[in-house]
């Protein structure tokens, strides 16, 4: 559609119910992994995170290394703050660009008996 001054917008004239739900969600796993590294399930690997290209021009984090993972990827994914270990990652200058340094500082200590 052509807008003002003859500029083309993509923007939907009412808002799709559909588009706000997955944008909302886009932006909801991008601020979980805000300043964070990332672990595919349960995997000791950690990697750097990039943002990938999901749907609808929307963008959802994922390993900055581009490994992938099955599954619907919703839960599968999970933030963390510990450095990246991933190889790929690391001989990667944009996966390296990308990643936190983190450390054991980075995270909250636990309480364990004396």
Do not use: K
């Not at 739900?21 to 690997?45: D, H, I, K, M, Y």
């Not at 839960?75 to 450095?83: D, N, S, T």
């Not at 190889?87 to 660009?97: F, I, K, Q, T, V």
């Amino acid at each position: 559609m052509v807008g003002h001054a003859g500029v083309v917008s993509t923007e939907p004239l009412i808002e799709d119910p559909l588009y706000a739900g997955l944008s909302a969600l886009a932006r909801q796993e991008a601020t979980r992994f805000a300043e964070r590294n990332l672990r595919v399930r349960r995997s000791p690997v950690v990697h750097a995170v990039r943002m990938t290209p999901w749907v609808a021009g929307l963008a959802m984090p994922g390993p900055a290394c581009g490994q992938g993972w099955s599954g619907a990827g919703a839960g599968e994914l999970h933030p963390a703050a510990e450095p990246v270990n991933c190889g790929h990652c690391l001989a990667s200058a944009e996966a390296r660009a990308a990643a936190v340094t983190g450390g054991l500082s980075s995270q909250p200590t636990l309480p364990f008996p004396s």
